[in-house]
């Protein structure tokens, strides 16, 4: 278990809908970043909230947003869902101090049908 | 814009046969080269930092190092128990704290 929770592990929804992803950062960790794992494309860079804020934001569509809540969750909204949405979204967090890079959770695998 | 790059994208070694994974990158300042191992459905697990040309760090069976332009890992006798996706990342100056991925190398050793 690397401390950092998503939920839930799998999603299967029809194309047009709309879902929420959570992630539960490891205890003490102020920030937290959102990826996309696709076969074709490997790890891309969705965006970073720390301590509430939104950081740095990378390629994400316009038809996906994210918050942090002051519990330090967060939450990736996904709507008018297309079949190429359809990957592994991985939530990863860590501290101004760590310097091993970050800790990912086990991601949410979508489906999209 | 800043680039990683892996190869080879998959590697086939039997069991105790000695191999390197190549990550080259083209970064604007870099702040930190990390590798990661990821099994299948799971996510990244991290293994080492590297933050310097010249630097060196070993885990079991995995060395990692660095230069100006690339890192290497390097697993020495290999096990089923290696077999995995191996991930290059790189942290830049003007990234933050952003993690920018290759495409990974899938490592398979056979028994």
């Known amino acids: 278990d690397s401390g950092v929770t998503q939920t839930p592990k799998h999603l299967i929804t029809a194309t047009g809908q709309r879902v929420t992803l959570r992630c539960s950062p490891r205890?003490?960790?102020?920030?937290v970043y959102w990826y996309q794992q696709s076969l074709d494309q490997g790890l891309q860079f969705l965006i970073q909230?720390?301590?509430?804020?939104?950081?740095a934001k990378g390629n994400i569509l316009e038809r996906f947003s994210a918050q942090q809540f002051p519990d330090l969750h967060s939450e990736l909204n996904l709507s008018s869902l297309e079949l190429g949405d359809s990957a592994l979204y991985f939530c990863?967090?860590?501290?101004?101090?760590?310097?091993?890079?970050?800790?990912f959770g086990s991601g949410t695998r979508l489906t999209v049908v | 814009e800043d680039q990683v790059t892996q190869s080879p994208e998959a590697l086939r070694l039997q069991e105790g046969e000695s191999s390197s994974l190549n990550c080259s990158y083209t970064?604007?300042?870099?702040?930190?080269l990390f590798w990661y191992r990821q099994d299948p459905g799971k996510g990244p697990e991290f293994l080492f930092t590297?933050?310097?040309a010249g630097e060196e760090k070993e885990k079991e069976r995995l060395k990692a190092t660095l230069t100006k332009k690339e890192s290497f890992l390097h697993i020495t006798a290999p096990k089923p128990e290696d077999s995995a996706t191996y991930l290059c990342?790189?942290?830049?100056?003007?990234?933050?704290?952003?993690?920018?991925f290759g495409q990974g190398t899938r490592l398979t050793i056979n028994p």
């Open positions: 990863a967090s860590s501290n101004s101090r760590d310097p091993y890079g970050y800790t």
């Open positions: 205890s003490g960790d102020l920030s």
């Open positions: 909230y720390y301590n509430g804020e939104e950081r």
């Open positions: 970064v604007s300042g870099l702040r930190g």
């Open positions: 590297l933050y310097s």
């Open positions: 990342a790189v942290r830049t100056i003007q990234g933050a704290q952003k993690l920018v």
